[in-house]
Nanobody, 129 residues
Framework: EVTVEESGGETVQPGGSLRLSCEVF????????IGWFRRSPGKRLEEVSM????????AYGDSVKGRFAISSDKTKNTALLQMNRLKVEDTAVYYC??????????????????????WGQGTQVTVSA
């Protein structure tokens, strides 16, 4: 069973930077994906970024393209999300998901809490002056 632990969320001023970490446990053999998602109060779960184990290919949600960067350390089963030029609208609880690549791709295409059963506690990011 896959479990994830997110960390790194803080309160930061607009324009600032943060780096989130997702530590993944229980990944089996085979291709996998690790993704970041977020939920702001009153809004739907939103895709943020995803990385594939096949070739390291990445994807970003439209609202974070050019500002966020995802990377992974396979030896540590850790994915990092570097967030730059943060905006007030980036305020959210950020969640990590990991699993077989097809599962993550489906989750990416249709982010729903009930479509994945290994969510972590999330990490709160607050962007405020």
């Amino acid at each position: 069973e896959v479990t994830v632990e997110e960390s790194g969320g803080e309160t930061v001023q607009p324009g600032g930077s943060l780096r989130l970490s997702c530590e993944v446990f229980g990944l089996g053999v085979g291709d996998y994906g690790i993704g970041w998602f977020r939920r702001s109060p009153g809004k739907r779960l939103e895709e943020v970024s995803m990385i594939s184990s096949i070739d390291g290919s990445v994807a970003y949600g439209d609202s974070v393209k050019g500002r966020f960067a995802i990377s992974s350390d396979k030896t540590k089963n850790t994915a990092l999300l570097q967030m730059n030029r943060l905006k007030v609208e980036d305020t959210a609880v950020y969640y990590c998901a990991a699993g077989p690549l097809t599962q993550l791709l489906n989750l990416w295409m249709n982010p729903q809490f009930d479509a994945y059963n290994s969510w972590g506690q999330g990490t709160q990011v607050t962007v405020s002056a």
